[in-house]
């Protein structure tokens, strides 16, 4: 029996061992029979350590995988895709986009929060969403969260589409959600933040109608319309996109600007119509700064303000047409064109 104690307790084994062998060397047979007896009793009444350890270790395996089963069966660390939500702090979120989400996210599986390729199969999945422009580095929340930082693509335009309105992000990309009317809604970045129209991009010939949310604007006369509705934004702020109203922007022909084609043409209400000119992602030698167009626009935009009052302020005045290209270029007022019909004589009739 020693041999097995022995070889487990190397450094204690041989030290019981040699005071057995002391009193078994006493030349007292009396003594050295107790001595043995009551070392056989010594060692028949504990266990050894090694049955004691592996009983602990079994134990806590048994019970580890009794609550991972528990844990497993309660789904207490699995995360389930449909309950996912953008949650933002600032900008302009459509709740429609929840929608979206929880839509395509419903068609994966619930997962394990400890399966990584199980939680990226859904970081994927977002990343190829219309209105998410780029992803962060996931993390769980423990027991059954994902946390995915984005970076979210904002309307600047919006093209008509069956009568309705599909907001266009800076991209060109499509993004869900349609309006009845162009869209009243948060636009800018930062400090500049505000709220307002968002441009139509035209001419509205039906090329567009068939364009689903992700797609893109691929055309040059769209992207060049879509260049001018950022600018515009940009440089108008919240009076002047509700005075001029959601503007339709047609560059068809922004390229092929002249004295005689005028280039990009702004469509406002009331039919308020204005040349621009060059698309301003468009290089062009001599061509006017865009700055300076949306100066002079804003300055014919401020007679607007009370020109529908029963008292009008002053200054206030009204206007038909305005060509922004040149420095000094025209307006037509149109309380002149009707004191010009005034003062033209009515035909007789024959």
């Given amino acids: 029996m020693r041999a097995p104690l022995e070889s487990y307790w190397p450094g204690r084994a041989p030290e019981r061992s040699a005071r057995f062998e002391r009193s078994a060397q006493s030349g007292r047979s009396t003594q050295s029979g107790r001595s043995t007896r009551s070392g056989r009793s ?57 929608d979206w989400m929880a839509a395509r996210l419903a068609r994966l599986p619930r997962v394990s929060a400890l399966d990584a390729d199980g939680l990226q199969r859904i970081v994927d ?13 996931p993390g769980v929340l423990w027991p059954d969260g994902l946390d995915l930082p984005l ?29 009845p009317t162009p869209p009243w809604i948060r636009v800018g970045v930062g400090i500049e933040e505000h709220v307002g129209f968002l441009p139509v991009i035209g001419p509205n010939d ?37 005075l001029f109203g ?16 005028p280039g990009v043409v702004l469509y406002g209400e009331d039919r308020r119509v204005v040349w621009f000119g060059r698309p301003p992602n468009a290089e062009a030698v001599g061509e006017r700064p865009s700055a300076a167009k949306w100066a ?42 009707s004191s010009d019909d005034a003062k033209t004589p009515a035909k007789k009739k024959g």
Avoid at 77 to 92: E, I, T
Avoid at 157 to 174: H, K, M, R, S
Wanted: some cysteine; glycine content about 8%.
């Fill in 206 to 242: 039906g090329a567009l109608e068939i364009a689903e949310p992700g797609d893109r604007l691929v055309e040059l006369r769209h992207g060049d319309a879509l260049a001018v509705a950022i600018e515009m934004q940009a440089a108008f702020g919240r009076e002047e996109l509700e």
């Fill in 296 to 337: 002079a626009l804003k300055k014919a935009i401020a007679h607007l303000r009370g020109v529908n009052d029963a008292v009008p302020p002053v200054g206030a005045r009204d206007w038909s047409f305005l060509d922004v290209r040149f420095e000094n270029g025209d307006i037509r007022w149109r309380d002149a064109a």
């Fill in 42 to 98: 010594a060692r028949s009444g504990r266990a050894p350590v090694w049955i004691v350890v592996g009983l602990f270790v079994s134990c806590t395996l048994w019970l580890v995988s009794a609550v991972a089963h528990e844990v497993e069966a309660a789904d207490f660390a699995v995360v389930d895709p449909r309950s996912s939500r953008l949650d933002v702090q600032a900008g302009f979120v459509d709740p429609r986009w929840n």
């Fill in 246 to 261: 959601p503007p339709l922007i047609d560059a068809s022909r922004a390229r092929q600007a002249s004295l005689e084609v």
């Fill in 125 to 137: 999945e977002i990343a190829h969403m219309p209105f998410v422009a780029q992803v962060g580095t």
């Fill in 151 to 179: 970076c979210l693509r904002r309307p600047v335009a919006c093209i008509l589409q069956g009568g309705e309105y599909t907001p266009v992000a800076e991209d060109g990309t499509l993004l869900p959600g349609r309006w």
